[in-house]
């Protein structure tokens, strides 16, 4: 019977995911879909006015911004971002945000190249979809 448990116990840690995988699809633009509070409550988002744009460089470093989309490819911002780095600790994927004025973690619980989700510290966990560009034949 221990040796059973023990063969179970190795096959569903062998079956988690590597957190590492999901840096690949991290970079791009995202579209908040669902967000379930820490409380079970779900939020739909059908509609949004801004986007998130994450950018990454080889040293697991960038910054996360958001956009206003407009029409044919193009988008509207300020100059704020705000700074992020990657790490991977005790198995999580975190993200390590900062600005002038705070900083924080999340955590990417999945990342595929059509979905993004992420923990924050409150427990908050933030569904998205990749975004898809507006796009119009205009002559």
Not at 22 to 40: F, M, P, S
Not at 51 to 70: A, C, E, M, V
């Amino acid at each position: 019977m221990k040796k059973l448990i023990w063969l179970l116990s190795l096959v569903l840690l062998g079956c988690s995911e590597n957190p590492e995988t999901y840096i690949q699809h991290l970079e791009g633009y995202w579209e908040i879909e669902e967000v379930t509070l820490a409380d079970g409550t779900k939020r739909q988002y059908t509609f949004n006015e801004t986007i998130d744009y994450i950018s990454l460089n080889d040293s697991l470093s960038g910054f996360r911004k958001k956009l206003k989309p407009g029409i044919n490819d193009t988008y509207y911002t300020s100059d704020d971002a705000e700074s992020l780095k990657i790490k991977i600790e005790n198995g999580d994927l975190n993200l390590y945000y900062s600005t002038p004025y705070t900083e924080w973690t999340e955590t990417v619980l999945e990342a595929s190249p059509e979905r993004l989700k992420i923990k924050n510290a409150d427990n908050n966990v933030y569904l998205y979809k990749r975004y898809t560009p507006i796009k119009l034949d205009i002559e």
